[in-house]
């Protein structure tokens, strides 16, 4: 691993043969997920659809809900303005995958001495089913958890140059108005200035929680407005459902029963037993994403990638820990904050809300892998 403190330059550590070695893969998966899935603009899609439309024809009331997808409707907003179909977003969304591609690429030769272990860190997140089956759905998912793998890359390249700063402070703000929990990616950053230095870093900190608390407000007001909010994220909690919508058996461990009136937080302390379950459960379905309503072939792809992807990240884990690399904690703090909203109100029904955990993870495998190359090529 590189001295924390000092990163390896990039120069000579990707080779321009090497670019075709990570996008090929990449190019593959996108055919061959274009022609199974084709271009979805069902479901949620058609809220942003229609949201861009509203806009075009005038209704632009304002909707503190569509604030926080405000950055994604927008794009559909200038797609409609130049005539363009809905569909083309699928354009604009395999555009941000290649280049979330190449960044990571990037973020990768900031922590690895390997020119392997960066090839297959990279192949690895270029061919990750998990993320790059989203890229041709139309919504908030793909386009966001490319924008956070970005948002990464110009936080270690801030201090570079002026543009890379004025880029990072761009995606760093716009980021929760492409799905709410892009809130998080503040904390995660916090606390990567923290490990550098907090004194020098001051007035990014500041500006931050400053930030942060204008973000909780808004979102405090949404919960209190907004039907969607208040009843979808408490019928769950009172339900007890670990996935949205599908039913549980945690609800056996229920001592007090719901009544009007009761608050769900009021709920959720009168029964300790089965919100510790409830959430422990969800924790777990965070990173278990197989699904009972799945198909057998689909659950055995997600077993088996997932089962490379969090072995290698629990060594790259340890590869942290054990060499006090504390500029890198901030992955770690990526995992745990993004699987947060999902502990709290539920784990989505097909786990595209765990698209920004897995791209940490991806992070952290790449770290793994380079241990476990290593101790391999010091064995022979």
């Known amino acids: 691993m590189p001295d924390p403190e000092n990163p390896p330059k990039e120069s000579g550590r990707i080779k321009k043969n090497d670019w075709l070695l990570i996008g090929i893969p990449w190019i593959i998966i996108q055919i061959i997920l274009l022609k199974i899935q084709g271009i979805n603009q069902q479901g949620e899609s058609v809220k942003y659809i229609l949201a861009a439309d509203r806009w075009i024809n005038g209704d632009r009331n304002p909707d503190l809900y569509n604030l926080f997808y405000s950055g994604y ?34 973020i990768l030769t900031y922590f690895l001495h390997s020119r392997i272990a960066i090839l297959c860190g990279a192949i690895l997140f270029a061919t990750c089913y998990i993320i790059q089956s989203w890229v041709s759905f139309l919504y908030t998912d793909s386009i966001f958890s490319s924008l956070l793998v970005m948002e990464t890359y110009f936080l ?70 907004s039907r969607y909010f208040y009843y979808m994220h408490s019928y769950h909690n009172i339900r007890a459902n670990v ?65 490379i992807y969090y072995v290698t990240a629990i060594i790259g884990t340890v590869v942290i820990f054990r060499s006090a690399l504390k500029k890198l904690y901030f992955i770690l703090a990526g995992v745990l904050l993004f699987s947060i909203p999902m502990i709290l109100f539920c784990v989505e029904w097909t786990d595209r809300f765990s698209l ?11 770290i793994g892998m380079e241990r476990i190359l290593f101790k391999l090529k010091s064995k022979n």
């Open 356 to 366: 920004p955990v897995i791209c940490y993870i991806l992070l952290l495998s790449s």
């Open 243 to 307: 996935i949205c919508g599908y039913p549980d058996d945690l609800s056996k461990f229920q001592v007090v029963p719901f009544q009007d009136g009761m608050s769900v937080f009021q709920y959720l302390f009168s029964n300790p037993g089965m919100t510790l379950r409830l959430f422990l459960a969800r924790f777990y379905k965070v990173f278990s994403m197989g699904r009972p309503y799945f198909s057998p072939g689909h659950n055995l792809l997600l077993f088996i990638s997932t089962t």
């Open 156 to 225: 270690l390249t801030e201090e570079k140059s002026r543009r890379n700063k004025w880029i990072f402070w761009v995606l760093l703000v716009i980021l929760p108005l492409f799905r709410p929990v892009g809130f998080l990616a503040l904390p995660t950053a916090c606390l990567y200035w923290i490990t550098i230095s907090p004194r020098t870093n001051k007035y990014k900190l500041l500006f931050c929680f400053g930030y942060l608390f204008l973000i909780c407000f808004v979102v405090f007001l949404t919960f209190t407005n």
């Open 73 to 106: 409707i927008s794009i559909h907003v200038i797609l409609k303005s130049l005539g363009l179909p809905p569909g083309s977003m699928y354009i604009i969304q395999l555009i941000f995958s290649g280049l979330a591609t190449y960044f990571f690429t990037k």
